[in-house]
């Protein structure tokens, strides 16, 4: 790998964001950009590094945190669960399918008037309001996952002698998986919308509650500070399913970089 | 015990539903198939498989009268067929003739519509496996771990030396613990062959395995398969639309047209056999006018063995040049 590769391949990619960062920082430094529509690039760092040092960040990071990850403890795992019971059993995919799809179609933040209604505008609406964000994108991808699963491959292995778990274990979910990792990083997208809306909404901590104080004051470099949180917890969150995606599916071509046979 | 109820341990487990879906059908003992009017019924129970043999021949499978419909469409009618233990017989036929619904009923993955099936296995049940047309290895396991699909998984890694020695006599020992993907289309067949074998079949079914393979690699494939067909002793059904493949790898090559048989040819080449011989030409050439004719009766029904012989050469050489 010659060093001209690695310079077109791995620091190419940055150089436009640089290069709008810097005329970013040049014109509210000139004055064209006022620092009430957007601060300049080092306030915001200033900012966050202010947010840090008080310990304020970490609070509010960890609240919001928290939040997301319960949301989709219970949204996750009850998509996975209704997706593997209609996608295995045709009696439940009867009762329970078009009923999911036809709610599937309700976007989720049309429900928060009814959430308020029902929950008050305490944790339980943000649980509620994450959970069911996350819940369609699993449920969805688990179903058509154990739907696609090549009949050819279930045919050869009963005729094998795979039957019951096993056959759910050594051909079924392996073929399921895929999808199901698809599900689950549509399911954090979706995740991260969700929270930062039910925050916003209203909150007593979070990251959404820490950038709507923030706009009254008209603290311009603090909102972008929640702003591009909210950015780094989204990517992390990607990472973290790519990786898992590289461990489970080290089989899969498209995540095979050795050389074909 | 017949191949029906055999493979009725194939059934489904009742209650899981993904299953109803692939058209696996909740088998009934084979005493319950009417069989066609006219047709001789044979005994079917298993005490009475001595009266029913022919003196001198040891029939692996025997079919009498099998019909077999897809909705109006009569797929095979009437059929019957012996298939001697040991042998190697060759099916061939145009798409849609029915060669491909017979091994799916003799692997037991489709039931007949009326008439026997009946198969003799040498201690129970005859041992079948069959190999698709597409490798159909699981994506997700190593080569060896397809090899071992459906062995048994805690005795002492004797499933492990069984499924890597079989690796071995299909030469791919060094790529046991590569995955699917990385492999090529023949390596892929070979694994197949291997994880049919490592089960020590009575009977192996070969559909179409080597039609997407590469003209080179097939005749690797055909030389693997003789040989591990002559050291196994296993009885071979393989249904191709290659006439010459037939003939270089069969005892018998039987055409089948309209859901009957049309041709029952008889090979007596030496095995293994020489491919640019006359004799093994002239075969092939009279097979292949048989399979281009439309209609029994057509002129060129009774081609002598000269004619045909000629009519081979032209044939041989076009094999040759898409071969090359």
Redesign the interface.
């Known amino acids: 790998m010659s060093i001209k590769y690695i310079l077109r391949e791995r620091f190419a990619p940055w150089l436009l964001p640089l290069l709008i960062l810097l005329a970013w920082e040049l014109s509210t430094r000139a004055g064209t950009l006022s620092s009430h529509i957007l601060p300049e690039p080092l306030a915001v760092v200033k900012a966050a590094w202010q947010l840090i040092q008080s310990g304020e960040m970490w609070v509010d990071v960890k609240v919001s945190a928290e939040r997301a990850l319960a949301g989709l403890a219970i949204g996750g795992s009850l998509g996975l669960l209704f997706g593997l019971a209609t996608?295995?059993?045709?009696?439940l995919?009867i009762a329970f399918d078009s009923t999911i799809q036809m709610v599937r179609n309700i976007p989720v933040l049309a429900t928060i008037p009814l959430v308020i209604l029902w929950f008050g505008i305490d944790e339980s609406a943000k649980l509620f309001l994450v959970a069911l964000g996350v819940f369609f994108p699993i449920y969805i991808n688990t179903y058509h996952g154990?739907r696609a699963v090549?009949?050819?491959?279930?045919?050869?292995?009963?005729?094998?002698?795979?039957?019951?778990w096993a056959l759910y274990r050594?051909?079924?979910l392996?073929?399921a998986?895929p999808s199901i990792l698809v599900g689950l990083r549509f399911g954090l997208g979706l995740m991260w919308v969700t929270l930062i809306v039910a925050e916003t909404i209203s909150a007593q901590s979070g990251i959404g509650y820490m950038t709507m104080n923030a706009r009254e004051f008209l603290q311009t470099d603090v909102v972008l500070v929640g702003i591009l949180l909210y950015a780094l917890l989204g990517k992390l969150a990607d990472v973290l399913v790519k990786a898992l995606e590289h461990g489970l599916?080290?089989?899969?071509?498209a995540y095979?970089q050795?050389v074909?046979? | 015990m017949s191949a029906i109820a055999w493979s009725s341990?194939?059934s489904?487990?009742t209650?899981?539903?993904?299953e109803?879906?692939?058209r696996?059908q909740q088998l009934e003992p084979v005493d319950g198939v009417d069989l066609q009017p006219g047709v001789e019924s044979a005994p079917i129970a298993r005490g009475d498989v001595a009266t029913v043999q022919q003196p001198g021949r040891d029939p692996a499978v025997s079919l009498s009268g099998i019909a077999k419909k897809y909705g109006a469409r009569e797929v095979l009618s009437n059929f019957d067929m012996q298939i001697e233990r040991g042998s190697f017989v060759a099916i061939v036929g145009r798409s849609g003739c029915g060669k491909s619904t017979l091994l799916r009923l003799l692997?037991?993955?489709e039931q007949a519509d009326s008439g026997s099936l009946r198969t003799f296995g040498q201690e129970g049940a005859l041992e079948t496996?069959?190999m698709?047309q597409?490798a159909?290895l699981?994506?997700?396991?190593s080569v060896l771990d397809n090899v071992m699909?459906?062995l048994p998984r805690h005795n002492g890694g004797q499933s492990v030396a069984r499924a890597r020695a079989v690796l071995d006599e299909v030469g791919l020992s060094e790529?046991a613990n590569?995955?699917?993907?990385?492999?090529?289309g023949g390596?892929r067949q070979r694994v197949a062959l291997a994880?049919a074998l490592v089960?020590r079949p009575e009977l192996l079914l070969l559909d179409e395995p080597l039609g997407a393979l590469d003209a080179l690699t097939r005749i690797e494939m055909h030389a693997l398969i003789e040989r591990l067909w002559r050291e196994h002793g296993f009885t071979a059904v393989l249904v191709t639309h290659d006439v010459h493949e037939a003939v270089a790898l069969g005892d018998r090559v039987v055409l089948i047209e309209h859901g009957r048989i049309a041709l029952d040819q008889a090979v007596t080449l030496a095995r293994p056999r020489a491919r640019e011989t006359a004799a093994f030409a002239a075969l092939e050439g009279r097979v292949l006018q048989r399979v281009l004719q439309a209609e029994p009766g057509a002129p060129g029904a009774d081609l002598s063995v000269e004619e045909s012989a000629v009519a081979a050469h032209g044939v041989a050489l076009s094999e040759v040049r898409w071969a090359i």
């Open positions: 996608g295995l059993f045709r009696p995919e154990i090549d009949r050819g491959l279930i045919e050869m292995a009963r005729s094998y002698g795979l039957s019951g050594d051909v079924i392996p073929g998986l599916l080290r089989w899969h071509p095979q050795g074909k046979a | 341990s194939f489904p487990l209650g899981l539903d993904i109803s879906e692939l696996y692997a037991g993955l496996r069959m698709f597409e159909r699981l994506p997700w396991k699909l459906g790529r590569d995955w699917p993907a990385q492999l090529s390596q994880r089960h």
